[in-house]
């Protein structure tokens, strides 16, 4: 992935992310994963996956059942 919005292009990671605690003023606990992109060579049709979903998926049902 490169990131085209400075003067320099810097190739980076993507990732994803959610909140344990997303009521928190300070510290709230962020948990995340990479993205890895899938590209189609024919059309450009690219799909982004999460390297391990169920982590934030737990943490959000964790974070959905406490507020």
């Known amino acids: 992935m490169i990131d085209h919005?400075?003067?320099?292009?810097?190739a980076c990671d993507l990732s994803v992310g959610v909140y344990r605690w997303p009521s928190a003023l300070l510290l709230k606990g962020q948990v995340m994963t990479s993205l890895r992109a899938k590209v189609c060579a024919r059309c450009g049709f690219t799909e982004l996956f999460a390297s391990?979903?169920?982590t934030?998926?737990?943490?959000w049902l964790?974070?959905?059942s406490s507020q």
Do not use: C, F, K, N
Not at 5 to 10: D, I, K, L, P, T
Not at 56 to 59: G, I, K, M, S, V
């Open 52 to 54: 391990d979903p169920q």
């Open 56 to 59: 934030l998926y737990e943490t």
């Open 5 to 10: 919005s400075g003067a320099h292009s810097v």
């Open 62 to 64: 964790a974070a959905r």
